[in-house]
């Protein structure tokens, strides 16, 4: 009898042979120590898919729940939404036979969603018309781009990439030639989780030199347990910009794909990258497809930037980095001096803003009241919004007189006047401003609202701004980051002279 046979016929508590199969998987997966090793089943594959290209089938909106109604904040372009005349700041009260009345982000979700080419109603509560607005929507296959570009201050080129899924590299190829006359380009990897091998490739290829080395792969042989293959790939096309000087930005949450794109340009001497070292997922995933439409996703290789530096952090079966007992050095290119030992180190360290005491205790204290401060904050963007596009004027600045319906609501809440500070009335105002320009579709303006208070964009907007080259900025970021050495240095002197 097989060690499942047993446990089936003789375990008190009675388990199908499909659930002994998962567990025994699960079990297996466990042992082998890999953090990134995992089954999915079929509905994690469909999610999987999702996040991974940015398709799915429905309409083409996002939601979130506001003053107490689901409420469209994003219409997507080319999308049936748009097609149907959905807006931002529409009220979502119903779908087909069902009353939206309590409804969560959810309940509408699951029956907007459908199959492509299927018919819903999605009942609307519009501004100005008395009674909820029926739009018949036929349901299509809906792409998010990853892709975000907008010129801000004038004379910089700011592009974003929130994951890297198929057609990323595309998307980042019409940006880049519709571009224009720029001084410089902000390539912005932060809280990217990576994505497909081949599309973060065809990413770094965009920048660099025909021939040049974009990553290698260190793999095993497929059912050769004690031999490794290596593979370098290389860019195969000239590069879309050569003259303009490029900043990466990167952070703790960078991983994957994201690593594999800013290790090549950091290597080649293409971009300066600024922010935190990154979160060091330098392994290769092979997915494979199993019975019952599940996938297993198994650890089978490792990457390298092309000089040679490993993106691999080492962790625990929880996840936990396995720091080194030294930090290994390499020069890049052009001869820079680069550090390795897992993840991509910035040429210059900024970290994020981080929140003064002040704003520290308001947050805690709107989190004790269980105050929803982040849908206060939308909703107050959203009355800003909904004004100025009863008056026509797209251009109109945010009108500060309604932060204080903000103010008293948080009151009301609960909070106390004492944290309502000057500082956290700035803090407030400042978060909900961006919010009131992304809604209006002026982007470039709430990036540079953004820019006030996210150290890392600052100092990209600041170092690009006084650079002619790459050749500069990278001088000018030695040079800053020789003066905070310096003063570190005379800190610790004057310290241990007390």
Request: proline share 4%.
């Amino acid at each position: 009898m097989s060690t499942l046979g047993a446990i089936r016929d003789y375990a008190l508590e009675t388990r199908g042979d499909s659930v002994l199969w998962e567990l025994a998987i699960e079990g297996v997966i466990k042992e082998l120590g890999d953090p990134y090793a995992t089954v999915l089943s079929p509905d994690e594959v469909a999610r999987f898919e999702e996040q991974s290209t940015g398709n799915y089938a429905g309409v083409g909106i996002a939601i979130s729940e506001l003053n107490g109604a689901v409420t469209i904040t994003t219409v997507f372009g080319g999308t049936p939404a748009e097609d149907a005349g959905l807006m931002v700041g529409d009220r979502i009260v119903g779908v087909d036979s069902d009353e939206g009345d309590g409804w969560s982000v959810d309940d509408a979700s699951t029956r907007i969603r459908g199959e492509p080419g299927t018919t819903v109603i999605v009942y609307i509560e519009r501004d100005g018309f008395a009674e909820a607005i029926p739009f018949e929507i036929q349901r299509d296959e809906v792409h998010i781009p990853a892709v975000r570009a907008e010129r801000i201050f004038d004379d910089l080129s700011y592009i974003v990439l929130d994951r890297v899924t198929r057609n990323s590299a595309t998307e980042v190829d019409s940006v880049l030639t519709e571009m224009g006359d720029v001084r410089g380009m902000i390539f912005d990897l932060r809280r990217n989780p990576g994505g497909y091998l081949d599309e973060s490739l065809n990413l770094a290829d965009l920048f660099l030199d025909r021939g040049s080395v974009l990553v290698t792969t260190r793999s095993r042989t497929r059912g050769n347990s004690g031999q490794l293959r290596e593979e370098s790939a290389r860019a195969r096309m000239d590069p879309r910009v050569r003259e303009i000087p490029i900043v990466v930005l990167v952070d703790r949450y960078s991983a994957s794909a994201a690593e594999i794109v800013a290790g090549a340009l950091q290597d080649h001497d293409r971009a300066l990258v600024i922010g935190e070292r990154t979160f060091g997922k330098g392994t290769v995933q092979s997915v494979i497809p199993l019975p019952g439409g599940r996938l297993i996703r198994i650890t089978s290789g490792e990457w390298f930037t092309p000089q040679g530096r490993s993106l691999n952090r080492p962790r625990d079966i929880d996840g936990r980095v396995i720091e080194p007992d030294s930090i290994p050095e390499f020069t890049s290119i052009g001869g820079r001096a680069l550090l390795g030992g897992g993840g991509v180190f910035p040429d210059l360290e900024v970290l994020s803003d981080t929140l003064s005491s002040g704003e520290r205790e308001l947050l805690n204290a709107t989190v004790e009241a269980e105050f929803p401060l982040q849908t206060r904050i939308q909703e107050t963007a959203f009355t800003a919004v909904r004004a100025v596009r009863e008056s026509g004027d797209s251009e109109a600045e945010f009108p500060p007189e309604l932060l204080d319906n903000l103010f008293q609501a948080m009151l009301e809440g609960g909070i106390s006047e004492d944290l309502l500070t000057d500082e956290a009335r700035d803090y407030l105002a400042w978060r909900t401003e961006a919010i009131y320009y992304q809604r209006l579709d002026r982007e470039d303006r709430a990036l540079e609202i953004q820019s006030d208070r996210d150290t890392v964009l600052q100092t990209a907007v600041r170092l690009l701004r006084a650079s002619d080259d790459q050749a500069t900025l990278f001088a000018l970021a030695r040079a800053e980051q020789e003066e905070r050495a310096q003063a570190e240095s005379e800190t610790v002197n004057v310290g241990g002279n007390r």
